[in-house]
């Protein structure tokens, strides 16, 4: 069997032919050739574009107070059995939560609220507010539910947020509530209220 055996390969028309050189040896399983803008070609490996990283943290316990950030009572979700979790898990501390890799991130907040009251337009409201400094942190998104009467009411909230830096890109969720007696309910054991982190890609 014949072989055509070259180093560099080129267009057979156009006015100034670019002309490729080809790579040494052959790449891995999956790679494929790119060039560097000046005709070399060597083997490149696609970008890892599939979820590497995602986990849920969950409320714990109930919270009363008016205004608040979330600051206690988090926790991994460990229960029931079949929960699951992928890659590096999501630090926090004192309610800040910090990413384990850079990337394009998923923020996902379900706020389960009880309203105690009746006959006042009593309402619960849910934030999130990120950083991307360390520092300084604004609202990113909002929710709320509201009714007349004492009652249960759910609220979520969700973000795409661009993490280029893990220790300056970070994010917290609060409680805003209209009534002194009302509660964001939490519970050890259920996702009530929770919040779920997913890597999507890269940054």
């Given amino acids: 069997m014949s072989k055509l055996k070259v180093d560099q390969i080129s267009?057979?028309?156009?006015?100034?032919?670019?002309?490729?050189?080809?790579p040494a040896a052959d790449g891995t399983a999956g790679q494929y050739l790119k060039t560097d803008g000046a005709g070399n070609l060597t083997w490149g490996t696609p970008p890892d574009q599939k979820?590497?990283?995602?986990s849920t943290w969950r409320l714990s316990a109930n919270l009363t107070n008016t205004a608040a950030t979330i600051s206690s009572d988090l926790e991994a979700v460990d229960a029931p059995d079949g929960f699951a979790s992928l890659g590096d898990p999501m630090?926090?501390?004192?309610?800040?939560?910090?990413?384990?890799?850079t990337g394009i991130w998923h923020i996902h907040g379900h706020f389960y609220y009880w309203q105690n009251g009746n006959g006042g337009s009593y309402y619960g409201t849910g934030h999130l507010w990120t950083t991307i400094n360390n520092s300084t942190y604004v609202e990113a998104a909002q929710?709320?539910?509201s009714d007349y009467y004492s009652s249960y009411g759910s609220m979520t909230v969700d973000y795409l947020f661009d993490v280029t830096d893990t220790a300056q890109r970070?994010?917290?969720?609060?409680?805003t509530q209209g009534n002194s007696a009302g509660q964001l309910i939490g519970d050890t054991n259920i996702n009530k209220?929770?919040?779920t982190f997913t890597r999507l890609a890269d940054t």
């Fill in 11 to 22: 267009k057979a028309t156009g006015a100034a032919p670019a002309i490729f050189t080809l």
């Fill in 51 to 54: 979820i590497t990283n995602a």
């Fill in 91 to 101: 630090i926090v501390s004192s309610g800040i939560f910090e990413f384990p890799n």
């Fill in 143 to 145: 929710c709320r539910t």
């Fill in 170 to 175: 970070k994010c917290k969720f609060a409680i």
């Fill in 193 to 195: 209220t929770y919040f």
